[in-house]
């Protein structure tokens, strides 16, 4: 199966989501966050880095969940709406 590039606007969405992670997660530290959303620390790094700019559903939820962020926060910041 071959996947199609994603494009600049799905980058951008994916560092704005990663932006949003980082500065959510504050403090904490990473290993412990992602253990608690089910991935590697590696995987976290990436995702905040803009590296990985569209993880699965499910990363997403557990790291929403990790962090205590609504997943429709997320979901506007994705979208590049204002929250709320």
Known sequence: MVRVPLTPEQIEAGRRL??????TRAGRDPATVAQSAGISPET????E???????????VVG???ALDLPLDTAAHVWLGEPAG
């Open 44 to 47: 976290l790094r990436k995702i």
């Open 18 to 23: 990663g932006a949003l992670l980082r500065e």
């Open 49 to 59: 880095m803009g590296r990985l700019p569209s993880p699965g559903f499910g990363t």
């Open 63 to 65: 790291l929403c969940a």
